[in-house]
């Protein structure tokens, strides 16, 4: 039980982090930190060691969002949707530029949305980055470069 409890104070701050990038929603991805911990400790036998344990629960939680959001896309509550954004977030996004970027981000396609939100926001290095999409640093530093570009071109489009 030792083991289990160090492998979550090590790691429990990452997988927050990358949820929250996720969902942008502080209490849904604390909730959804938990479940993450849960289905690892439920299927810790198929962790083989050939990624690190920060990539492999990170993976998880992933999945764990996804489920999380086809669950909200079938059962959609319209009284949840004004607390969707966080307070911190509120405070974040104060500016019009910073909405209209966020909503050029948001319209990215993927992996280039996630990327972006995941440095930005997240914090993350590219090589973790690399890591969270089984790819290496320097892939994950061109398709952010990428992601730049295209906002750029977004950016022009609405200002002419």
Known sequence: MGELTEVYEQYADQVFKYLLV?????????ELTQETFYQAVRSIKTYNGEC?????????????????VDKQVKQPQSSDLLNQLPSVENSLIESE??????????????????????RILGGLTFKEIGEIHLKN????????YRAKLKLRERGNMYEE
Not at 97 to 118: D, G, Q, S
Not at 137 to 144: L, Q, S, Y
């Open 22 to 30: 996720l969902c942008r929603n502080v209490d849904i991805a604390e």
């Open 137 to 144: 640093e320097n892939w994950a530093r061109v398709t952010f």
């Open 52 to 68: 690190k344990m920060s990539v492999w629960l990170c993976q998880i939680a992933k999945y764990t969002y996804y489920k999380y």
């Open 97 to 118: 530029n910073k909405i209209a970027l966020y909503r050029m981000i948001h319209l990215l396609e993927e992996p280039y949305k996630e990327i972006v939100l995941l």
